[in-house]
Structure formats: C-alpha cells, structure tokens
C-alpha cells in the first residue's frame, strides 16, 4: 500500500478535497479563507495555514482575485488525490481475479538481461515460480490511459515480494510480481521498487525468452493477463 503521507501530509488532504469539489481541478476558483475554514469546520487561520502550505509544497497555485484568492490545483495536487483514491480503492474493493492488459513491445535499455542474472534475484525467483527467469524481461508500452491507470491500481495490491540484496560491492532493491499469463506463455509482471518506467511500461518475465517463443519484435501487440 502506498504511503501518502510521504507525499502529501494527511491533515491537508481536506482541503484539497474540498477544493476539488469546488472544480479547482478544471478552472481557478475563487474563495476565501473564511469560506474555506466554514466548508471544513476549522478556524480561518487553520484553513490559511492548510492554503499556504499548500502553494508552498506545490499543490495548489494562487492568484488575487478581489478581496479572494482565485486557487486552482496543480498536476501535482490532482495526481497526490488520484493515489489517495487509488489506496483507499485497493483496501476497501475487492480485488479482481484478472487483470488483463494489451502492450506493444518496445527495445528498453537492456538492464533486465543483467538483473535477471543475478543470482540474489535468480534464487528467490526460482523458489518462489518454480523456474529461473529468462535473463532478460519483455518491455511492453501501454497505450490506452485506461491501462496505465489499470496497470497502477495493480501495482499497489500485495503481490508477491523478492527482497533487496548486497554482494559486498553494491546493493540492489526490492521489487513485487504478479503471476501472469504471456498470450500462451508463464509469466510474471514485475512492479520494481526503484524504476526509471512510469505506469505506461510493463516488464514482464518469463522462464523463456519470449521474443523468440511467440515469435515477437518491436511493436508486435501482446495479450497478458495477470492473476491475483
């Protein structure tokens, strides 16, 4: 489960509800501290305090408008919302059995081939799927935004975890996968702790190199399926 908290401190997260409600996500509104304070039942100089730290930290952009403030919220301040929904979505719904995605495979930067050899990796995958990976993952673009956001809500369910390690000279992070099917293919779906992809990349692995099983290159469009 993701901590919000890092991001966002959770005695401000009213306000910034209360500003999305007022449609401060699509348009500057224009509101007062006073009126803020009355819509969450706190004094006027928590609610100044809440809209300053606000601007501060990014959230929320101001400008005058009158005696009031036009606020509207940032890129920022709207995506903090959306994994806050996405969290309280992940713990009070019941998860679905599938998750099925539709990626288009693309030539990453060729990292996966030498964390994949690693024996720290190779051990606790193998104990865990029954087979040593492929050394090498499966690059996949997501395309539509309803499968990027589909891809972030599963990354926030539990899965299944292979731990960091050191070998005396570097450490190595942490990572979570998702048993999947590949088309016809075993599979996992991983979700890396420390990753350069955001949620519109999968990286998928495999006891077989997947190229080469279903006959794959750049830009061929793949079926998975992941299994909770």
């Known amino acids: 489960m993701p901590n919000v908290q890092k991001d966002l401190r959770s005695a401000y997260l009213p306000s910034l509800v209360e500003l999305l409600l007022l449609g401060a ?21 928590a609610a100044s305090k809440h809209v300053l730290e606000l601007e501060k930290e990014g959230y929320i952009e101001r400008q005058r408008s009158g005696r009031s403030f036009a606020i509207r919220l940032t890129d920022r301040g709207a995506n903090s919302l959306a994994s806050f929904y996405l969290m309280l979505r992940s713990v009070m719904e019941e998860a679905p059995d599938i998750y099925e995605f539709h990626g288009i495979v693309f030539t990453g930067i060729g990292e996966g ?13 193998k104990e865990k799927l029954s087979f040593y990976p492929y050394p090498g993952t499966l690059n996949l673009k997501l395309q539509s935004p309803v499968e990027r956001q589909r891809l972030h809500e599963l990354i926030q369910r539990q899965g299944m975890r292979v731990e960091g390690f050191a070998d005396g000279k570097r450490t190595y992070g942490g990572l979570k996968f998702f048993n999947a099917l590949v088309e016809d293919e075993r599979g996992a779906v991983l979700a890396i702790d420390r990753t350069h992809y955001d949620n519109s990349v999968m990286e998928i692995i495999s006891p077989v190199k997947l190229r080469e099983a279903l006959n794959l290159q750049d830009g061929s469009v793949v079926n998975i399926k992941v299994f909770m």
């Open 25 to 45: 996500k699509s348009r500057p509104v224009s509101i007062t501290t006073k009126e803020l304070a009355s819509r969450l039942g706190k004094s006027q100089q």
């Open 113 to 125: 081939g030498y964390y994949m050899g690693l024996k720290g990796y190779r051990d606790q995958f």
